[in-house]
């Protein structure tokens, strides 16, 4: 509901769920919410599209640096502590919260 | 310029997805609206497009590497792709401005999450 509203993917749901009630450790997590993703993801691009709303040659454009950055992103984590991680990765989403409301 | 600037939104997404196990969507709708001047809906139309493909390279990453609970995946993905279809039927329903709003106030509720319940080491991902 979220990721067809908001245009996210519904992980920030999905991987407490599975680590906290399915009990399912946070690699099996994290890989079992993007195969959820996938169709989410799917079907919300339909449902966008025919409405007009999806440029395709700039999603494919943003797709393909965030592929790249995906890779390397997962290999630079293990050289930092997650917990900072998650501080200023929490510290720019209120930035640019604030951001979008003053617009 | 502005696919320069399109590429970078995607390195920034994918590095954080990557690194925090969050998703592009966070980075990426922002980043649209801020940077490139984008609509809100369509900022979250090409999201979800552009996620599709991170997804599946992702996914598929994992199931080789056999992260991927096959069984729990086919039991929430029923409910999930229901919801999501509801859900971006009703983002149509609404004023952009209004989706901005209500976009900003979700990313004002991650951030607190993520600075104050950051503790124990644990992952929490945003799709």
């Known amino acids: 509901m979220l990721a067809g509203f908001l245009g996210i993917g519904g992980g920030i749901i999905l991987v407490p769920m599975m680590t906290g009630l399915l009990c399912l450790s946070q690699h099996r997590a994290h890989g079992t919410s993007l195969a959820v993703i996938l169709p989410i993801s799917a079907v919300g691009t339909v449902v966008y599209a025919t409405r007009g709303d999806v440029d395709w040659p700039l999603a494919a454009t943003i797709g393909v640096g965030s592929i790249a950055g995906a890779i390397v992103g997962a290999r630079l984590m293990m050289r930092f502590s997650a917990h900072r991680l998650r501080q200023v990765f929490g510290l720019y989403t209120i930035a640019v919260a604030i951001l979008l409301i003053l617009r | ?127």
């Open chain 2, 1 to 127: 310029m502005d696919i320069l600037v399109a590429l970078a939104i995607g390195l920034t997404a994918g590095l954080l997805s990557g690194m925090l196990g969050i998703g592009g969507g966070t980075v990426a709708v922002p980043g649209m609206v801020l940077l490139l001047g984008t609509d809100q809906h369509a900022a979250q139309g090409v999201a979800l497009a552009a996620m599709l493909l991170t997804a599946f390279v992702g996914a598929s990453i994992h199931y080789r590497q056999k992260n991927v609970n096959l069984r729990m995946a086919m039991w929430i993905a029923p409910a999930a792709i229901g919801f999501s279809a509801l859900g971006a039927w009703v983002a149509g329903l609404v004023e952009p401005e209004w989706l901005t709003r209500v976009f900003a106030i979700a990313l004002l509720a991650i951030g607190i999450r993520m600075l104050f319940f950051a503790r124990g080491g644990k992952f929490v991902g945003i799709g």
